[in-house]
């Protein structure tokens, strides 16, 4: 599918709002997550496939932490991108040796990051509507090197009922593990592992990939 053949069918996400919204929360925003080990394992879990020196990028890099900086440690060429500047301003000073921009995921097509040889999503893609989620992996697909991979991290929803999060409402794209296999073949992806946590309030999904 090209991108004059996407069809939308869904309202855009209202990429601002999310900043400044995202932008209130940068102070005490790893306070609020707290120990993300299930995260923590879908990271070491790209580390052990990829050689040291390897190109990443971190879509929806917030502060940095933990990703960026587990990368980092690793020995990866991280560049992490994210709407909101309040959260990179955090991240650089946290992590100075990855590079950061601030870029909307569906803004990927418009500049050239050069290859990547993987990249991951933790969480950063649960406010785009479903049509836009779709694109969004397209997108993340045509940046990838042949036979990079891909981990993304989503919050397991069966319906798409109000939800809220962090003082925000919004709305979630259904996500289970029929349609996250879905879409990610559909984007061109193979599918290599579906990873299912047991964390409250809602249970996780780790897609693991390659292009």
């Known amino acids: 599918m090209t991108e004059t053949d996407v069809q939308y069918t869904e309202h855009p996400p209202d990429s601002r709002a999310l900043a400044e919204y995202a932008d209130s929360l940068a102070p005490g925003y790893e306070a609020m997550v707290g120990e993300t080990p299930d995260q923590v394992r879908a990271g070491e879990r790209l580390i052990e ?3 040291a020196g390897s190109r990443v990028l971190d879509i929806g890099a917030g502060t940095g932490r933990p990703t960026a ?3 980092v440690a690793a020995g ?8 909101s500047s309040g959260m990179l301003d955090i991240a650089r000073r946290q992590v100075p040796a990855a590079e950061f921009r601030q870029l909307d995921v569906l803004d990927l097509d418009e500049v050239d990051l050069g290859g990547f040889d ?3 999503a933790f969480f950063s893609l649960l406010a785009l509507p479903a049509d836009y989620f779709r694109d969004a992996l397209r ?3 045509r940046q990838l090197l042949p036979g990079a991979r891909l981990v993304l991290g989503m919050n ?3 319906d798409n009922n109000l939800v809220e999060r962090f ?7 259904v996500c289970t ?3 996250l296999d879905r879409d990610a073949r559909a984007a061109g992806f193979v599918v290599d592992a579906i990873v299912h946590e047991r964390v409250e309030p809602l249970p996780h999904l780790f897609l693991h990939a390659h292009r």
Do not use: N
Request: cysteine-free; glycine content about 10%.
């Open 118 to 120: 993987a990249a991951v």
């Open 76 to 83: 990866m060429e991280v560049v992490g991108i994210d709407i």
């Open 177 to 179: 593990f029929g349609t």
């Open 69 to 71: 900086e587990q990368l």
């Open 156 to 158: 397991e929803h069966h």
């Open 49 to 51: 496939q990829l050689p």
């Open 167 to 173: 003082g925000r409402k919004y709305t979630p794209t």
């Open 139 to 141: 997108k993340i697909h």
